[in-house]
Protein backbone atom coordinates (compact mmCIF):
# COMPACT_ATOMS: atom_id res chain seq x y z
CA UNK A 1 0.00 0.00 0.00
CA UNK A 2 1.55 3.51 -1.29
CA UNK A 3 1.00 6.34 1.50
CA UNK A 4 1.32 9.78 0.64
CA UNK A 5 4.54 11.23 2.17
CA UNK A 6 2.73 14.03 4.53
CA UNK A 7 0.27 11.30 5.45
CA UNK A 8 3.31 9.27 6.60
CA UNK A 9 4.59 12.19 8.97
CA UNK A 10 1.06 13.31 10.18
CA UNK A 11 0.68 9.35 11.37
CA UNK A 12 3.52 9.23 13.06
CA UNK A 13 3.02 12.13 15.14
CA UNK A 14 -0.22 10.86 15.98
CA UNK A 15 1.41 7.52 16.92
CA UNK A 16 3.53 9.63 19.02
CA UNK A 17 0.91 11.64 20.77
CA UNK A 18 -0.97 8.27 21.67
CA UNK A 19 1.71 6.75 23.13
CA UNK A 20 2.59 9.59 25.23
CA UNK A 21 -0.75 9.96 26.56
CA UNK A 22 -1.56 5.94 27.74
CA UNK A 23 2.14 5.85 29.30
CA UNK A 24 1.91 8.49 31.80
CA UNK A 25 -1.22 6.28 32.57
CA UNK A 26 1.25 3.18 34.13
CA UNK A 27 1.69 3.96 37.20
CA UNK A 28 -2.58 3.83 38.20
CA UNK A 29 -1.91 -0.17 37.86
CA UNK A 30 -0.93 -2.34 40.67
CA UNK A 31 -0.41 -4.84 37.61
CA UNK A 32 1.44 -4.64 34.67
CA UNK A 33 -1.22 -6.82 32.82
CA UNK A 34 -3.93 -4.57 34.06
CA UNK A 35 -1.81 -1.59 31.98
CA UNK A 36 -1.23 -3.44 28.93
CA UNK A 37 -5.38 -4.06 29.25
CA UNK A 38 -5.78 -0.71 29.39
CA UNK A 39 -3.67 0.53 26.79
CA UNK A 40 -5.15 -2.27 24.69
CA UNK A 41 -8.62 -1.18 25.34
CA UNK A 42 -8.47 2.34 24.97
CA UNK A 43 -6.61 2.17 21.07
CA UNK A 44 -10.04 -0.59 20.61
CA UNK A 45 -12.06 2.17 21.37
CA UNK A 46 -10.22 4.05 18.74
CA UNK A 47 -10.83 1.66 16.03
CA UNK A 48 -13.91 -0.26 16.83
CA UNK A 49 -15.55 -0.67 13.89
CA UNK A 50 -19.04 -1.63 15.66
CA UNK A 51 -20.85 -0.86 18.88
CA UNK A 52 -21.23 -5.13 19.77
CA UNK A 53 -19.80 -4.63 23.28
CA UNK A 54 -16.06 -4.95 23.91
CA UNK A 55 -15.57 -7.98 21.90
CA UNK A 56 -14.99 -5.45 18.67
CA UNK A 57 -11.36 -4.96 20.86
CA UNK A 58 -10.82 -8.34 19.93
CA UNK A 59 -11.90 -8.16 16.57
CA UNK A 60 -10.62 -4.97 15.21
CA UNK A 61 -7.05 -5.39 16.97
CA UNK A 62 -7.02 -9.07 15.45
CA UNK A 63 -6.43 -10.24 19.58
CA UNK A 64 -6.47 -13.75 20.06
CA UNK A 65 -9.50 -15.36 21.16
CA UNK A 66 -7.86 -16.51 24.25
CA UNK A 67 -7.84 -13.05 25.29
CA UNK A 68 -11.58 -12.29 25.68
CA UNK A 69 -11.31 -13.65 29.46
CA UNK A 70 -9.02 -11.20 30.38
CA UNK A 71 -10.41 -8.82 28.72
CA UNK A 72 -14.18 -9.03 30.98
CA UNK A 73 -12.03 -9.59 33.72
CA UNK A 74 -9.95 -6.04 33.62
CA UNK A 75 -13.02 -3.99 34.19
CA UNK A 76 -13.66 -5.94 37.40
CA UNK A 77 -10.08 -6.56 38.56
CA UNK A 78 -9.00 -4.93 42.22
CA UNK A 79 -5.35 -3.37 40.66
CA UNK A 80 -6.60 0.00 39.31
CA UNK A 81 -8.34 2.38 41.30
CA UNK A 82 -11.10 4.64 39.18
CA UNK A 83 -10.27 8.06 41.27
CA UNK A 84 -6.87 7.06 40.20
CA UNK A 85 -7.23 7.03 36.66
CA UNK A 86 -9.82 9.90 36.59
CA UNK A 87 -6.91 12.15 38.65
CA UNK A 88 -4.32 11.14 36.40
CA UNK A 89 -6.83 12.32 32.71
CA UNK A 90 -7.56 15.31 34.54
CA UNK A 91 -3.44 15.85 35.07
CA UNK A 92 -2.81 14.76 31.45
CA UNK A 93 -5.24 17.33 29.88
CA UNK A 94 -4.26 19.73 32.11
CA UNK A 95 -0.49 19.52 30.58
CA UNK A 96 -0.90 17.88 27.60
CA UNK A 97 -3.99 19.65 26.00
CA UNK A 98 -4.42 23.15 24.55
CA UNK A 99 -7.17 24.31 27.40
CA UNK A 100 -9.33 27.82 26.61
CA UNK A 101 -9.06 30.37 29.30
CA UNK A 102 -11.41 32.82 29.54
CA UNK A 103 -9.74 35.47 31.48
CA UNK A 104 -8.09 33.84 34.31
CA UNK A 105 -10.23 30.88 34.12
CA UNK A 106 -10.60 27.64 32.25
CA UNK A 107 -13.79 26.51 31.18
CA UNK A 108 -15.67 23.52 32.36
CA UNK A 109 -18.94 22.27 30.64
CA UNK A 110 -21.53 20.12 32.70
CA UNK A 111 -24.45 18.21 31.79
CA UNK A 112 -26.44 14.84 32.23
CA UNK A 113 -27.71 12.30 29.72
CA UNK A 114 -29.79 9.62 29.92
CA UNK A 115 -28.73 5.89 28.02
CA UNK A 116 -31.53 3.73 27.65
CA UNK A 117 -30.68 0.25 28.83
CA UNK A 118 -32.76 -3.07 28.25
CA UNK A 119 -31.01 -5.11 30.82
CA UNK A 120 -33.49 -6.10 33.80
CA UNK A 121 -29.84 -6.98 35.92
CA UNK A 122 -27.91 -3.89 35.50
CA UNK A 123 -27.25 -1.69 38.42
CA UNK A 124 -28.60 1.37 38.51
CA UNK A 125 -31.45 1.18 35.79
CA UNK A 126 -34.54 2.96 36.78
CA UNK A 127 -37.14 4.77 34.93
CA UNK A 128 -36.37 8.07 34.05
CA UNK A 129 -38.41 11.05 32.36
CA UNK A 130 -36.53 12.25 28.84
CA UNK A 131 -37.29 16.13 28.99
CA UNK A 132 -35.58 16.62 25.02
CA UNK A 133 -37.88 17.85 22.48
CA UNK A 134 -36.82 15.33 19.87
CA UNK A 135 -40.17 13.63 18.41
CA UNK A 136 -37.95 10.54 17.90
CA UNK A 137 -37.26 9.98 21.88
CA UNK A 138 -39.85 8.09 24.06
CA UNK A 139 -41.25 10.37 27.02
CA UNK A 140 -39.95 7.32 29.54
CA UNK A 141 -37.58 5.29 29.21
CA UNK A 142 -35.77 2.75 31.71
CA UNK A 143 -32.04 3.31 31.68
CA UNK A 144 -29.02 4.85 32.95
CA UNK A 145 -28.31 8.48 34.14
CA UNK A 146 -25.00 9.59 33.64
CA UNK A 147 -23.47 13.49 34.55
CA UNK A 148 -21.13 14.39 32.22
CA UNK A 149 -17.85 17.01 32.29
CA UNK A 150 -15.90 18.58 29.86
CA UNK A 151 -13.25 21.20 29.46
CA UNK A 152 -12.90 23.75 26.49
CA UNK A 153 -9.81 23.00 24.69
CA UNK A 154 -8.70 24.57 21.22
CA UNK A 155 -9.01 27.98 19.70
CA UNK A 156 -11.52 29.43 17.75
CA UNK A 157 -12.80 28.04 14.80
CA UNK A 158 -11.58 24.61 16.07
CA UNK A 159 -12.46 24.38 19.41
CA UNK A 160 -13.55 20.67 21.01
CA UNK A 161 -15.47 20.15 24.85
CA UNK A 162 -12.84 17.10 25.81
CA UNK A 163 -14.57 15.00 28.26
CA UNK A 164 -13.18 14.80 31.84
CA UNK A 165 -15.37 12.04 33.61
CA UNK A 166 -19.07 10.75 33.24
CA UNK A 167 -20.20 8.84 36.20
CA UNK A 168 -23.60 7.33 37.15
CA UNK A 169 -25.57 9.95 39.36
CA UNK A 170 -29.27 8.13 39.75
CA UNK A 171 -30.48 4.41 40.39
CA UNK A 172 -28.03 3.56 43.17
CA UNK A 173 -29.28 5.92 46.34
CA UNK A 174 -30.33 2.23 47.88
CA UNK A 175 -27.18 1.32 48.38
CA UNK A 176 -25.04 4.09 49.83
CA UNK A 177 -25.28 1.59 53.30
CA UNK A 178 -23.34 -0.84 51.87
CA UNK A 179 -19.72 -1.87 52.61
CA UNK A 180 -17.78 -0.24 50.27
CA UNK A 181 -19.98 1.68 48.33
CA UNK A 182 -18.99 5.07 46.86
CA UNK A 183 -22.66 6.19 46.67
CA UNK A 184 -23.92 9.39 47.86
CA UNK A 185 -27.40 10.63 48.24
CA UNK A 186 -27.17 13.80 46.72
CA UNK A 187 -29.16 14.95 43.69
CA UNK A 188 -27.64 15.03 40.01
CA UNK A 189 -27.45 18.57 40.12
CA UNK A 190 -25.47 18.83 43.35
CA UNK A 191 -22.90 15.87 42.39
CA UNK A 192 -22.63 17.79 39.24
CA UNK A 193 -21.47 21.27 41.19
CA UNK A 194 -19.30 18.46 43.41
CA UNK A 195 -17.45 16.63 40.45
CA UNK A 196 -16.60 20.37 38.89
CA UNK A 197 -15.43 21.03 41.75
CA UNK A 198 -13.19 18.29 41.91
CA UNK A 199 -11.92 18.81 38.44
CA UNK A 200 -11.31 22.98 39.36
CA UNK A 201 -9.02 21.53 42.52
CA UNK A 202 -6.73 20.61 39.66
CA UNK A 203 -6.98 23.09 36.64
CA UNK A 204 -7.64 25.90 38.72
CA UNK A 205 -10.08 28.29 39.27
CA UNK A 206 -12.70 27.79 36.55
CA UNK A 207 -16.28 28.80 34.81
CA UNK A 208 -19.30 25.99 34.86
CA UNK A 209 -21.37 26.22 32.38
CA UNK A 210 -24.38 24.82 32.80
CA UNK A 211 -27.62 23.96 31.32
CA UNK A 212 -31.41 25.65 32.91
CA UNK A 213 -32.31 22.87 35.01
CA UNK A 214 -28.62 23.61 37.23
CA UNK A 215 -29.93 26.76 38.65
CA UNK A 216 -31.22 25.79 42.08
CA UNK A 217 -31.11 27.48 45.27
CA UNK A 218 -29.52 23.89 47.01
CA UNK A 219 -26.71 24.10 43.57
CA UNK A 220 -25.72 27.80 44.78
CA UNK A 221 -25.77 26.77 48.44
CA UNK A 222 -22.94 23.87 47.83
CA UNK A 223 -21.02 26.05 45.46
CA UNK A 224 -20.91 28.75 47.92
CA UNK A 225 -19.45 26.40 50.89
CA UNK A 226 -16.97 24.70 48.30
CA UNK A 227 -15.43 28.42 47.32
CA UNK A 228 -15.22 28.54 50.70
CA UNK A 229 -13.72 26.04 51.96
CA UNK A 230 -11.03 25.33 49.26
CA UNK A 231 -8.24 27.01 47.44
CA UNK A 232 -9.54 27.39 44.28
CA UNK A 233 -12.53 29.35 43.02
CA UNK A 234 -15.82 27.95 40.33
CA UNK A 235 -18.22 30.12 39.26
CA UNK A 236 -21.66 29.07 37.30
CA UNK A 237 -22.66 30.44 33.83
CA UNK A 238 -26.34 29.15 33.42
CA UNK A 239 -29.62 30.06 31.84
CA UNK A 240 -32.58 30.84 33.53
CA UNK A 241 -36.51 29.72 33.51
CA UNK A 242 -38.51 32.09 31.60
CA UNK A 243 -40.74 32.46 35.07
CA UNK A 244 -37.51 33.39 36.98
CA UNK A 245 -38.48 36.30 39.92
CA UNK A 246 -35.64 37.90 41.54
CA UNK A 247 -35.15 41.13 43.35
CA UNK A 248 -33.77 44.11 44.15
CA UNK A 249 -31.45 45.18 46.74
CA UNK A 250 -32.87 45.98 49.92
CA UNK A 251 -33.75 49.98 50.97
CA UNK A 252 -31.33 50.87 53.73
CA UNK A 253 -32.81 49.82 57.29
CA UNK A 254 -35.48 52.37 59.15
CA UNK A 255 -34.07 53.43 62.48
CA UNK A 256 -36.14 51.22 65.23
CA UNK A 257 -37.05 47.84 66.25
CA UNK A 258 -36.96 44.54 63.58
CA UNK A 259 -34.85 42.47 61.92
CA UNK A 260 -33.29 44.23 58.83
CA UNK A 261 -34.42 43.02 55.11
CA UNK A 262 -33.15 40.71 53.06
CA UNK A 263 -34.78 41.71 49.93
CA UNK A 264 -36.33 44.84 48.37
CA UNK A 265 -38.98 44.26 45.32
CA UNK A 266 -39.68 41.16 43.29
CA UNK A 267 -39.33 41.50 39.76
CA UNK A 268 -40.10 39.10 37.18
CA UNK A 269 -37.52 39.23 34.56
CA UNK A 270 -39.31 38.13 31.13
CA UNK A 271 -41.48 41.80 31.64
CA UNK A 272 -38.27 43.40 31.87
CA UNK A 273 -37.81 42.86 27.74
CA UNK A 274 -41.12 45.64 27.54
CA UNK A 275 -40.62 48.07 30.72
CA UNK A 276 -37.12 48.47 30.04
CA UNK A 277 -36.68 47.74 25.77
CA UNK A 278 -35.16 51.42 25.36
CA UNK A 279 -32.23 50.13 28.09
CA UNK A 280 -31.27 47.61 25.60
CA UNK A 281 -27.69 47.70 23.85
CA UNK A 282 -28.00 46.28 20.45
CA UNK A 283 -24.43 44.81 18.94
CA UNK A 284 -22.93 42.19 16.79
CA UNK A 285 -21.52 38.92 18.60
CA UNK A 286 -20.28 35.97 17.51
CA UNK A 287 -22.20 33.05 18.99
CA UNK A 288 -22.48 29.64 18.05
CA UNK A 289 -19.73 29.79 15.30
CA UNK A 290 -22.07 32.57 13.24
CA UNK A 291 -21.74 36.80 13.97
CA UNK A 292 -25.09 37.31 15.11
CA UNK A 293 -27.23 41.09 15.60
CA UNK A 294 -28.29 40.32 19.20
CA UNK A 295 -29.82 42.83 21.78
CA UNK A 296 -29.39 42.78 25.56
CA UNK A 297 -29.39 44.49 28.66
CA UNK A 298 -27.58 43.60 32.20
CA UNK A 299 -28.83 43.75 35.74
CA UNK A 300 -27.88 42.40 39.06
CA UNK A 301 -30.03 41.22 41.11
CA UNK A 302 -30.73 38.76 44.00
CA UNK A 303 -31.97 35.36 43.61
CA UNK A 304 -32.99 32.29 45.46
CA UNK A 305 -36.13 32.24 48.62
CA UNK A 306 -34.27 32.08 51.66
CA UNK A 307 -30.89 32.43 50.11
CA UNK A 308 -31.16 36.06 48.10
CA UNK A 309 -28.09 35.28 46.37
CA UNK A 310 -26.97 38.31 44.06
CA UNK A 311 -26.22 36.81 40.42
CA UNK A 312 -25.82 38.86 37.28
CA UNK A 313 -28.89 38.25 34.76
CA UNK A 314 -28.76 39.18 30.94
CA UNK A 315 -31.77 38.94 28.98
CA UNK A 316 -30.82 38.45 25.61
CA UNK A 317 -32.98 38.98 22.21
CA UNK A 318 -31.82 37.05 19.31
CA UNK A 319 -34.25 36.64 15.65
CA UNK A 320 -36.75 36.98 17.84
CA UNK A 321 -36.00 34.62 20.75
CA UNK A 322 -36.10 35.80 23.93
CA UNK A 323 -33.53 34.31 26.66
CA UNK A 324 -32.24 34.86 30.32
CA UNK A 325 -28.43 34.32 30.90
CA UNK A 326 -27.61 33.95 34.53
CA UNK A 327 -23.76 34.05 36.61
CA UNK A 328 -22.82 33.48 39.77
CA UNK A 329 -19.63 36.14 39.00
CA UNK A 330 -20.03 39.38 39.23
CA UNK A 331 -17.29 40.48 37.22
CA UNK A 332 -18.10 38.71 33.81
CA UNK A 333 -19.17 41.12 31.25
CA UNK A 334 -22.40 40.62 29.79
CA UNK A 335 -21.04 39.93 25.71
CA UNK A 336 -18.69 37.37 27.52
CA UNK A 337 -21.78 35.73 29.71
CA UNK A 338 -23.83 35.47 25.84
CA UNK A 339 -20.66 34.09 24.02
CA UNK A 340 -19.93 31.89 26.84
CA UNK A 341 -23.18 30.22 27.86
CA UNK A 342 -23.16 29.79 23.51
CA UNK A 343 -20.24 27.12 24.36
CA UNK A 344 -22.13 24.74 26.06
CA UNK A 345 -23.14 22.88 23.13
CA UNK A 346 -19.73 21.79 22.71
CA UNK A 347 -20.57 19.01 25.21
CA UNK A 348 -23.94 17.66 22.91
CA UNK A 349 -21.48 17.34 20.09
CA UNK A 350 -19.06 15.34 22.70
CA UNK A 351 -22.03 12.79 23.79
CA UNK A 352 -22.86 12.65 19.93
CA UNK A 353 -19.53 11.57 18.95
CA UNK A 354 -19.04 9.24 22.21
CA UNK A 355 -22.29 7.42 21.03
CA UNK A 356 -22.13 7.32 17.36
CA UNK A 357 -17.79 6.51 17.10
CA UNK A 358 -16.76 5.44 20.13
CA UNK A 359 -19.53 3.33 21.34
CA UNK A 360 -19.31 4.64 24.90
CA UNK A 361 -22.66 3.33 26.23
CA UNK A 362 -22.59 0.43 24.45
CA UNK A 363 -21.72 -1.89 27.40
CA UNK A 364 -23.36 -4.97 28.87
CA UNK A 365 -22.24 -5.28 32.59
CA UNK A 366 -25.06 -6.94 34.68
CA UNK A 367 -24.97 -9.43 37.60
CA UNK A 368 -26.77 -12.27 38.20
CA UNK A 369 -26.90 -11.39 41.90
CA UNK A 370 -28.70 -8.49 40.60
CA UNK A 371 -32.85 -8.82 41.50
CA UNK A 372 -34.97 -8.46 38.49
CA UNK A 373 -35.89 -4.96 37.62
CA UNK A 374 -40.00 -4.92 37.26
CA UNK A 375 -40.72 -2.24 34.26
CA UNK A 376 -44.28 -2.39 36.14
CA UNK A 377 -42.62 -1.24 39.62
CA UNK A 378 -45.46 1.45 41.14
CA UNK A 379 -44.86 4.35 44.01
CA UNK A 380 -43.27 3.76 46.63
CA UNK A 381 -42.61 0.03 46.30
CA UNK A 382 -39.15 -0.98 47.01
CA UNK A 383 -36.61 -0.98 44.31
CA UNK A 384 -34.15 -4.12 43.12
CA UNK A 385 -31.15 -2.69 45.33
CA UNK A 386 -33.32 -2.79 48.21
CA UNK A 387 -33.99 -6.60 48.21
CA UNK A 388 -30.25 -7.11 48.08
CA UNK A 389 -29.11 -7.73 52.01
CA UNK A 390 -26.15 -10.50 51.24
CA UNK A 391 -22.56 -8.93 51.54
CA UNK A 392 -21.04 -11.00 49.26
CA UNK A 393 -24.29 -9.94 46.06
CA UNK A 394 -23.92 -6.34 47.25
CA UNK A 395 -19.73 -6.83 46.55
CA UNK A 396 -20.67 -8.59 42.98
CA UNK A 397 -23.27 -5.82 41.89
CA UNK A 398 -20.47 -3.16 42.85
CA UNK A 399 -17.95 -4.49 40.77
CA UNK A 400 -21.06 -4.28 37.87
CA UNK A 401 -20.99 -0.61 38.69
CA UNK A 402 -17.17 -0.38 38.96
CA UNK A 403 -17.09 -1.68 35.29
CA UNK A 404 -19.86 0.43 33.99
CA UNK A 405 -17.88 3.52 35.03
CA UNK A 406 -14.52 2.51 33.78
CA UNK A 407 -16.12 1.79 30.57
CA UNK A 408 -17.37 5.26 30.64
CA UNK A 409 -13.44 6.21 31.74
CA UNK A 410 -11.64 4.66 29.15
CA UNK A 411 -14.28 6.20 26.53
CA UNK A 412 -13.25 9.29 27.69
CA UNK A 413 -9.93 8.80 27.67
CA UNK A 414 -10.50 7.34 24.04
CA UNK A 415 -12.38 10.05 22.51
CA UNK A 416 -9.88 13.01 24.25
CA UNK A 417 -6.88 11.32 22.42
CA UNK A 418 -8.70 11.79 18.91
CA UNK A 419 -9.89 15.17 20.16
CA UNK A 420 -6.36 16.14 21.14
CA UNK A 421 -5.30 15.17 17.59
CA UNK A 422 -7.95 17.28 15.94
CA UNK A 423 -7.08 19.83 17.84
CA UNK A 424 -3.13 20.25 17.08
CA UNK A 425 -3.51 19.26 13.57
CA UNK A 426 -5.93 22.30 12.56
CA UNK A 427 -5.05 24.08 10.14
CA UNK A 428 -2.15 21.89 8.95
CA UNK A 429 -4.66 19.08 7.70
CA UNK A 430 -8.21 18.74 6.27
CA UNK A 431 -11.07 15.89 6.48
CA UNK A 432 -10.58 15.41 2.57
CA UNK A 433 -6.89 14.36 3.02
CA UNK A 434 -8.39 11.81 5.77
CA UNK A 435 -11.47 10.08 3.40
CA UNK A 436 -14.02 11.17 1.25
CA UNK A 437 -16.19 13.29 2.22
CA UNK A 438 -19.21 14.42 0.07
CA UNK A 439 -19.38 17.93 2.20
CA UNK A 440 -16.11 18.45 3.82
CA UNK A 441 -16.21 20.05 7.44
CA UNK A 442 -14.69 23.08 8.25
CA UNK A 443 -12.18 24.03 10.72
CA UNK A 444 -10.73 20.75 12.67
CA UNK A 445 -10.72 16.92 11.28
CA UNK A 446 -13.72 15.31 12.79
CA UNK A 447 -13.32 12.77 15.09
CA UNK A 448 -14.75 10.17 12.52
CA UNK A 449 -12.08 11.37 9.99
CA UNK A 450 -9.46 10.23 12.31
CA UNK A 451 -11.54 7.26 13.75
CA UNK A 452 -11.48 6.15 10.01
CA UNK A 453 -7.80 6.86 9.06
CA UNK A 454 -6.92 4.95 12.12
CA UNK A 455 -9.04 1.55 11.05
CA UNK A 456 -7.19 2.12 7.93
CA UNK A 457 -3.61 2.45 8.04
CA UNK A 458 -2.81 1.76 11.94
CA UNK A 459 -1.89 -1.43 11.53
CA UNK A 460 0.65 -0.77 8.80
CA UNK A 461 2.29 2.69 10.69
CA UNK A 462 2.57 0.02 13.67
CA UNK A 463 5.05 -2.20 12.16
CA UNK A 464 6.81 0.54 10.95
CA UNK A 465 6.90 2.29 14.82
CA UNK A 466 8.01 -1.01 16.55
CA UNK A 467 10.05 0.96 19.50
CA UNK A 468 6.83 2.83 20.59
CA UNK A 469 5.32 0.80 23.77
CA UNK A 470 1.87 0.55 22.69
CA UNK A 471 2.75 -1.10 19.35
CA UNK A 472 4.69 -3.76 21.75
CA UNK A 473 1.66 -3.91 24.29
CA UNK A 474 -0.49 -5.04 21.36
CA UNK A 475 1.47 -7.41 19.37
CA UNK A 476 2.21 -9.38 22.23
CA UNK A 477 -1.91 -9.96 22.78
CA UNK A 478 -2.13 -10.44 18.68
CA UNK A 479 -2.97 -13.78 16.98
CA UNK A 480 0.16 -13.97 14.94
CA UNK A 481 -0.82 -18.18 13.98
CA UNK A 482 -3.50 -17.05 12.01
CA UNK A 483 -5.37 -20.20 12.52
CA UNK A 484 -8.33 -19.43 14.64
CA UNK A 485 -9.10 -16.74 11.45
CA UNK A 486 -8.72 -19.14 8.91
CA UNK A 487 -11.07 -21.93 10.31
CA UNK A 488 -13.69 -19.13 10.31
CA UNK A 489 -13.21 -17.96 7.03
CA UNK A 490 -13.10 -21.79 5.24
Request: hydrophobic content about 40%; proline content about 4%.
Amino acid sequence: MIVPYFLVVYHTIMLNFIDKILCQFESCFSRKASFRWFVTISIGFMLRSDKLGVTSVLRDLALSPACYPSLIHFFRASSWALDSIRLRWFCVVKNDFPLYNEGNFHVLVGDGVKQSKEGRRMPGVKKLFQESENSAKPEYIHGHMFGGLGILAGTPGCRACVPLSIRLHDGLQAAHEWKGAPVSLASHVLKMVGDAYCAAQVFGDCLLLLDRYFLTVPALRTLGALNRSGSVRLEIVTKAKKSCMAYERPAPRKPGRGRPPKKGAAIRLRELFVSHKDRFVETRVEVYGKQETIRYYSVDLLWGQKLYQELRFVLVEMNGIQNILASTSLELEPLSIIRLYSYRFRIECTFRELKQQIGAFCYHFWSKHMPKLSYYQKTGEAGPLEHVKDERSQKTILKAVRAIEMHMALSCIAMGILQGISVYSAGKLSSEQLRYQRTPSRGRVSEAAIMAHLQKYFSLFMEKRPELRITQIIQEQQDTSGIYWDSLAS
